[in-house]
């Protein structure tokens, strides 16, 4: 939060106020309007060769388990295709001039007649740049994609302009090399002496100007590893060198300086509220450093170290996301701790391992994820939201296992889901884990995909900021110029980066996702196509083209049945045997591999409950890996309210009669409808429905028993939540336990279940002894009902 005019906001919305109107300024020599929209036929062209490109020293690089290049993979028909295409169309039409007009004015150098600024964050504010970065990488993302050239023209348009930019402002800059929308003391400020602060005074304040950077540089650096543009190197190599004084000599000509950065300085400027965001400028520093072998760059990725408090802590694993007054570590860090200022910071940090091999770094990184995933997870994949009495920005962290207690207003802001799957899916290259691909899952496939809205639309680029919990909430889509919509561009621009990932030594291939895809392997000779079912069903269908010994890793999903259908392979017609694959683990087939053989996965979407930690009653309905929001709209204050119990037989089995298959994609509840949410359109929907069962009901026959529940000590939160007691008196009811224990064999296990339950309920007092009798007398009468 920042004060502007007495009026605390928001930093989304930041850009009224730090708005300083539209740049129009003289002609130069760019292109037209309709030229830049429509350079060449936009006809496919065959992208460079990976051996054509510079080498890859992104996330894994020198890892055990490594990612593919994006050009190696490409997209098939279906749901990841359509909504690529909608983010391409956005990218192909918007008019790359209007990010330069900023950057030029900062150079002193002329603009076109008519072109405006972006608006919103890029607006000459003090963010604007940030979003000229965000682009560049989403275009040359698109071009490697399909090789379309139109991509390509606009990018290495822009990378000409930006490099007569930052030559421009040779000998004009306090350290040479400086590259920005706004004058180089918009970063400098935020250093020493003066350590600005967040806000809108465009002479004395700032917003995240290491964050801008790391955006720009990323971009070009991204526009030089996929696609060879050697001027955009050179620009990332004067812009390093800048950083590197910047970050340790410092603001020298300030008649105030009192000599270099000190660690304390960096400390200091790390843990203020955004003006020491910075994204992950340490991540692309060390890839620089991996290019380069320049020791400097390396050192200033480390300069990065957030060391005060929230680096070592992480190391200990200690959680200090949220704190309060009395435990706050650090000068200047707040209680919460805003969730995408530090969530690419740990993506950096791999980065910096990956290339010192210092093992801090890797375990800050995994203890970091391991505070929110999954104690500040929400169903779809996000995190951060409202917290009653201690924090109404719903961009930062809550506390520790905080779910039920922090959905009242937006939250999940986008791209803090996105930078989370790029730290799952980095921790996972060193660390074959499959519960990071379980989490990258669910983050993909209804966050990133629900954050594109499903019209045709160019004006803007149609991207959600917030993707809220809240019942009967509605996304909004928009956001031009703002974060979340800079990285809703990159997500929807590689969709399949994580599909397939291969061992250092090439003996292995790893299938993570079941996305319609082509995999060309050229050091194997080998080529994978997978066809699938989704996102109706999930079956999968992959021919190998390709010849030799491989390990082929097939993903048994966390959501899976642990039945025996539940996740069926056959290889060339034959079904698999051996051990059932669990849930949540990785199924390994070493063989011989010839052209034309084929693996076909089957593994049935079913529909399952997710209780939010908190507050059991609190849950989520899942369709495999799909979260399935309840439509309509709901009083403030108020939730949708199921009840589920009643319709349920011995199996278990939601899908039976409780939540049945609707029309399309949907699920029924009596007249309520449920779809999935990557569907992208305004209507209001509740991800969080509450579970009301008051009778203990078995199909239904009735017992006249309430269906009390245990006492969990639920809520039990690290901090406390102003109105809530914690630890609380929520947990499981009679119910819920019984039936956390289907499928069940036979009528008699079932029976057995519930008086086990109804002994322990007994024991704690939530059953007299009449009632017990009573509940499992009508449980052995119920064979009939409950039989599948």
């Known amino acids: 939060m920042t004060t502007f005019g007495g009026r605390s906001i928001r930093r989304r919305d930041f850009m009224a106020a730090s708005a300083v109107g539209t740049a129009v300024v003289a002609a130069g020599s760019w292109p037209t309007a309709a030229q830049a929209a429509a350079p060449g036929t936009g006809a496919p062209h065959a992208p460079a060769l990976a051996k054509d490109l510079p080498p890859y020293v992104g996330a894994g690089s020198t890892a055990p388990v490594r990612p593919f290049r994006l050009n190696e993979v490409t997209l098939g028909k279906g749901l990841f295709q359509e909504k690529r295409d909608r983010v391409k169309a956005f990218i192909r039409a918007y008019d790359e001039r209007r990010f330069l007009v900023l950057f030029n004015k900062a150079a002193g150098r002329p603009n076109p007649p008519g072109v405006e600024v972006p608006g919103g964050w890029e607006d000459g504010g003090l963010l604007s740049g940030h979003w000229a970065g965000h682009y560049l990488t989403?275009?040359?993302?698109?071009?490697?994609?399909?090789?379309?050239?139109?991509y390509k023209d606009k990018l290495d348009r822009m990378v000409r302009e930006l490099a007569a930019c930052q030559d421009a402002l040779k000998g004009k800059t306090v350290h040479p090399g400086y590259l920005g929308a706004l004058p180089e003391d918009t970063v400098l400020r935020a250093g020493p002496p003066r350590f600005a602060v967040y806000g809108g005074d465009l002479d004395t304040n700032t917003w995240a100007p290491w964050y801008t950077q790391?955006?720009?540089?990323?971009g070009l650096l991204?526009?030089?590893?996929?696609?060879g543009n050697e001027q955009a190197f050179e620009i990332v190599k004067g812009m390093a060198d800048w950083a590197h004084l910047a970050l340790t000599l410092g603001d020298i000509e300030h008649p105030d300086y009192e000599g270099p950065l000190t660690r304390d300085d960096l400390n200091y400027l790390w843990d203020t509220y955004i003006a020491g965001e910075y994204g992950g400028a340490n991540e692309v520093l060390a890839e620089i450093h991996a290019l380069t072998g320049d020791a400097r760059h390396l050192e200033t990725a480390r300069l990065f170290d957030s060391r005060e408090s929230l680096f070592q802590a992480c190391v200990e694993d200690r959680d200090i996301l949220v704190t309060t007054d009395e435990n706050r570590p650090g000068r200047r860090r707040p209680n919460h701790l805003h969730a995408n200022t530090h969530v690419p910071n740990f993506v950096g940090y791999l980065r910096v391992f990956e290339q010192n091999r210092d093992d801090d770094y890797r375990r800050a990184a995994e203890n970091f994820f391991g505070m929110v995933v999954p104690h500040r997870m929400f169903a779809h994949g996000g995190t951060s939201g409202t917290v009653p009495g201690s924090n109404t920005n719903p961009e930062l962290f809550q506390n520790r296992d905080n779910i039920a207690n922090a959905i009242a207003g937006d939250g999940a802001e986008s791209c803090t889901t996105y930078n989370l799957l790029k730290l799952a899916r980095n921790l996972f290259t060193l660390d074959p884990d499959p519960a990071y691909m379980d989490y990258y899952e669910r983050g993909l496939v209804n966050m990133v995909l629900g954050q594109r809205a499903d019209t045709d639309r160019t004006d803007d680029p149609q991207l959600a900021y917030f993707q809220p919990l809240t019942p009967g909430a509605a996304r909004e889509y928009d956001n031009t110029g703002t974060c979340c919509g800079g990285s809703g561009l990159e997500g929807g621009t590689k969709y399949q980066?994580?599909?397939?990932?291969?061992?250092?030594d090439d003996k292995t291939l790893w299938v993570n996702l079941y996305i319609p895809s082509t995999l060309r392997w050229r050091e194997r000779d080998f080529t994978v196509t997978q066809k699938t079912g989704f996102p109706r069903e999930q079956s999968s269908t992959l021919k190998v083209d390709g010849r030799g010994r491989l390990a082929l890793k097939l993903r048994v999903p966390g959501w899976v049945a642990d039945t025996r259908d539940g996740f069926a392979v056959?290889?060339?017609g034959r079904r698999l045997t051996g051990p059932r694959p669990k849930p949540g683990s990785y199924l390994t087939i070493d063989r011989d591999w010839r052209p034309g053989d084929t693996v076909e996965v089957s593994m049935p979407f079913t529909v399952r409950i997710e209780r939010a930690l908190d507050r059991p009653e609190i849950q989520s309905v899942f369709w495999g890996p799909l979260m399935m929001p309840v439509l309509g709209e709901v009083a403030k204050g108020e939730s949708q309210e199921l009840t589920l119990y009643q319709h349920l037989k011995r199996d278990g089995d939601y899908a039976r009669s409780a939540?049945?298959?609707g029309r399309g994609q949907t699920l029924s509840v009596g007249k309520r409808t449920l779809r999935p949410h990557y569907v992208g359109d305004r209507q209001p929907q509740s991800a969080y429905f509450k579970r009301v069962e008051p009778e203990v009901v078995f199909g239904s026959l009735g017992t006249g028993v309430p269906n009390r529940k245990r006492d969990d000590n639920l809520p039990d939160y690290d901090v406390p939540v102003e109105g809530v007691t914690s630890p609380g008196d929520e947990g499981l009811t009679f119910l819920d336990v019984v039936w956390d224990g289907a499928p069940f064999a036979g009528h008699r296990d079932f029976v057995r279940r519930v008086e086990r339950t109804a002994d322990r309920w007994v024991t704690a007092g939530l059953f007299t002894a009449e009632q017990r009798a009573t509940v499992v007398e009508r449980a052995a009468e119920a064979e009939r009902e409950l039989a599948p």
């Open 138 to 150: 989403a275009l040359a993302q698109s071009h490697v994609d399909q090789g379309e050239q139109v």
């Open 214 to 218: 790391h955006k720009i540089l990323r």
């Open 222 to 227: 991204d526009a030089y590893i996929l696609t």
């Open 497 to 504: 980066e994580t599909v397939y990932f291969r061992s250092a």
């Open 570 to 572: 056959s290889v060339n």
């Open 659 to 661: 939540i049945t298959p």
